[in-house]
């Protein structure tokens, strides 16, 4: 019984020692101390990179309305897209007009969420465009983070 009884004891030191975030080299410490600032990729066309301007909207959209932000761009630049809405009807794309017809390069119905990192594959002018596919008001929250010359206006 006293056998059982240290076993658990030392078990249960054990896993309170690795939940609280101890080691066994015996120094003391403090994790309360702030973590380093994480520094940006040096190469701006990283995903990961600090952005070179931030966009950030509410638009509220009736059902069926529309609004589009312009992005001007070449391949050496790119946009991180966010976008949020409190229900599933949402409906967006990001889209060209080249020669006078429309290129989709990419589309998503009925989402409350977007995360997408746009790379243009040529330099040109790319519609984001962003929809209530619902039957009720909508309020889409956008933050389009700019990298390398990538320029943004509202439509």
Known sequence: MIRSTLLSVTCLAAL????????DDGHDHDHDAPDAAATPDADPTTPDAA????????????????????M????????VIHLSAPTATMDWNIHGHADGSTQ?????????????????S?????????R?????????????????DMTWSWE
Do not use: K, S
């Open 16 to 23: 309170a020692t690795a939940a609280c975030g101890g080691d």
């Open 51 to 70: 952005p070179r301007e931030v966009i950030t909207a509410t638009q509220v959209l009736q059902p069926g309305e529309l609004v589009e932000g312009v």
């Open 72 to 79: 001007h761009g070449t391949p050496a630049d790119h946009a």
């Open 132 to 148: 209530n596919g619902g039957n009720v008001d909508l309020e889409v929250t956008v933050q389009v983070d700019l990298h390398g």
């Open 122 to 130: 040529a330099e040109a002018d790319w519609w984001l465009l962003i």
């Open 104 to 120: 989709t390069v990419f589309e998503e119905l009925d989402v409350m969420t977007v995360d997408y990192v746009f790379v243009p």
